[in-house]
């Protein structure tokens, strides 16, 4: 059975990647919490903590959102280096240099509300069910893509009011 590291509300867990999502910065908290070493982080993709429950279909849309030069929220449930895992809501934006071109991300990672935990994990059990039962991996994060936005679409919303409705409902 997994088990959940929660840290303080009061905590933040930073990091910086490069374009290609390679960490080049990795706070205090973020290796405490990870429980890796700043140097086993430096340098490596961002997904060394994707925990396997998370639907590729999200990442995806991050990625698409920060490519078009967009921040992001998104609850995030992250994997340690022990096998345990870790949730957060995490605010993503594209650093930008002195010529306006993204240079790299920039990712706040706070602990999240708790409330909210189980509506997100249904959606994520949904999506990734939806991943797992197409022909090949890229097929199942495209028909995931395709239902979330069916999701939002039949709400109503955009990403951020979703997210929204679901911090005051």
Not at 58 to 83: H, Q, S
Not at 109 to 116: A, E, L
Not at 133 to 142: T, Y
Request: proline share 5%.
């Amino acid at each position: 059975m997994e088990q959940e590291v929660v840290f303080s509300e009061d905590e933040i867990i930073v990091s910086k990647t490069d374009v290609k999502g390679k960490i080049t910065y990795a706070n205090d908290i973020f290796c405490t919490v990870s429980g890796y070493h700043v140097d086993e982080l430096i340098g490596k993709p961002h997904n060394i903590i994707r925990h396997p429950d998370m639907p590729r279909c999200i990442f995806k849309f991050m990625w698409d959102t920060l490519g078009r030069g967009e921040e992001i929220f998104a609850y995030v449930k992250n994997g340690c280096k022990d096998g345990r895992y870790y949730w957060v809501l995490a605010y993503v934006t594209p650093s930008l240099d002195l010529n306006g071109n993204v240079c790299g991300y920039h990712s706040s990672r706070r602990t999240p509300n708790r409330r909210v935990l189980p509506k997100i994990e249904d959606l994520y059990t949904s999506l990734r069910r939806t991943e797992q039962q197409a022909a090949s991996p890229k097929d199942g994060m495209a028909e995931a893509e395709k239902q979330f936005l069916q999701i939002l679409a039949g709400k109503g919303m955009t990403y951020p009011e979703f997210l929204f409705s679901l911090e005051n409902s």
